[in-house]
């Protein structure tokens, strides 16, 4: 096959493709508030979640953002989000990670505490996102009832996005979400001795 033929052959290719994405963009007409879950053992989800609430400042939405379990560390995305107080209500309630606070009850009043917070910005028709960070892991833990925060979610204000980052999702979440992304553990430098890395994991 000579390269204009597999020209020929590409273009008409991309062409077919074209028509199908096109026609599914045409009948996507539907404007709701999104509910997002963020969910697997790889690295990456809470990045995921920041990367959306960059995008969402670039379009001039307000944010909240709650941060569950990750309260023992500055964060980077802490540090940087921080500086924009008019456009993004930035909470972290947790305590550290459940192996190094080692305290049920501590680790539960914190995430009630948390969820105060939360339904506040579900109530908040201005905060059009939020980013509920590891709050899959809370849920899993049991540290929240997972259908109240269901429940607390489904009535929000019809345009909010709300994202949910954390590994171990609940079926119910997932169920309810939207779009939900898993990201897979396929390799991480930790495993090799690495300690983690500012503008990385930090």
């Given at each position: 096959m000579t390269d204009s033929e597999k020209s020929q052959r590409h273009k008409a290719r991309m062409q077919r493709h074209k028509a199908v994405v096109d026609e599914k963009i045409q009948q996507a007409t539907q404007d709701k508030g999104l509910?997002?879950?963020?969910?697997?053992?790889?690295?990456?989800?809470?990045?995921?979640?920041f990367g959306m609430v960059a995008r969402a400042?670039?379009?001039e939405m307000k944010v909240g953002i709650v941060q569950f379990i990750k309260g023992a560390m500055s964060t980077?995305?802490?540090a940087f989000f921080?500086?924009?107080?008019?456009?993004?209500?930035y909470h972290v309630v947790g305590d550290g990670f459940?192996?190094?606070?080692?305290?049920?009850e501590q680790d539960k009043a914190s995430a009630e505490a948390g969820w105060e917070i939360v339904k506040s910005m579900l109530q908040d028709e201005s905060?059009?996102?939020?980013?509920?960070?590891e709050l899959n892991i809370v849920l899993k833990m049991k540290y929240l009832d997972t259908e109240k925060?269901?429940?607390?979610?489904?009535?929000r204000p019809a345009m909010q996005?709300?994202?949910?980052?954390?590994?171990?999702?609940?079926?119910?979440?997932?169920?309810?979400?939207?779009?939900?992304?898993?990201?897979?553990?396929?390799?991480?430098?930790?495993?090799?001795?690495?300690?983690?890395?500012?503008?990385?994991?930090?």
């Open positions: 509910l997002l879950c963020i969910t697997g053992n790889g690295k990456g989800k809470s990045s995921s979640g400042l670039g379009h980077g995305e802490e921080r500086r924009f107080p008019e456009q993004v209500s459940t192996w190094d606070t080692q305290n049920l905060i059009q996102v939020i980013l509920l960070d925060v269901l429940a607390d979610i489904a009535a996005h709300v994202i949910i980052t954390g590994r171990g999702a609940p079926d119910s979440v997932i169920e309810a979400s939207d779009t939900v992304s898993r990201v897979d553990d396929v390799k991480h430098a930790f495993r090799a001795g690495i300690r983690a890395q500012k503008g990385i994991e930090l």
